[in-house]
């Protein structure tokens, strides 16, 4: 009767002897860990409380701080470190909104690499670029348009006031 047992190589024991899981499926890690590293040097106090404290970004397990509900051990998933980036950025310069025509030549990645909104920022229908919002000035516009944009999408109920009017 044929036994059932994985068999493994001389080859496959050699492997598992070999440090940083060099020869495995997944042998860079060690590599993205160090580039994640590298990437968010400027705040890791901050990094290093995010996924102590935080929730993974990119998985359902039920992720906690490094622990989870699912998997015994600790957690950290390379998606989790990738996206740690985008919590540890520093604002970017919001000048370079003020005219959108040189942000579209930009992919993706290149968009994001420019930083964060370090404030909310708007742009208006014939403008050429973002300016920032100023919160008593701009607040009344910026309810009205995303009331009206809600009622579009049919999210909500217009107010009392507003069906009278």
């Not at 409380?49 to 929730?55: E, F, M, Y």
């Not at 993974?56 to 699912?70: I, N, R, S």
């Not at 990738?82 to 604002?91: A, D, E, I, Q, S």
């Not at 973002?130 to 701009?138: H, L, M, N």
């Amino acid at each position: 009767m044929p036994s059932h047992k994985i068999q493994s190589s001389g080859f496959d024991r050699l492997k598992s002897a070999v440090p940083f899981g060099l020869g495995q499926v997944k042998p860079k890690h060690f590599r993205y860990m160090a580039k994640v590293v590298w990437k968010n040097r400027d705040n890791l106090p901050y990094a290093l409380k995010v996924l102590r404290r935080g929730v993974c970004d990119g998985c359902a397990l039920g992720v906690a701080g490094f622990h989870d509900w699912t998997i015994q051990g600790v957690h950290l998933c390379m998606t989790r470190l990738n996206l740690l980036r985008l919590n540890t950025m520093p604002g970017l310069d919001a000048r370079r909104l003020e005219d959108i025509a040189q942000l579209k030549s930009l992919d993706n990645a290149q968009l994001r690499e420019l930083g964060r909104l370090p404030f909310p920022m708007l742009r208006e229908k014939a403008a050429k670029g973002f300016r920032r919002v100023k919160g008593c000035k701009d607040l009344p516009a910026l309810v009205t348009a995303l009331r009206k944009r809600d009622e579009q999408l049919g999210l909500t109920k217009p107010t009392a006031a507003e069906r009278v009017a």
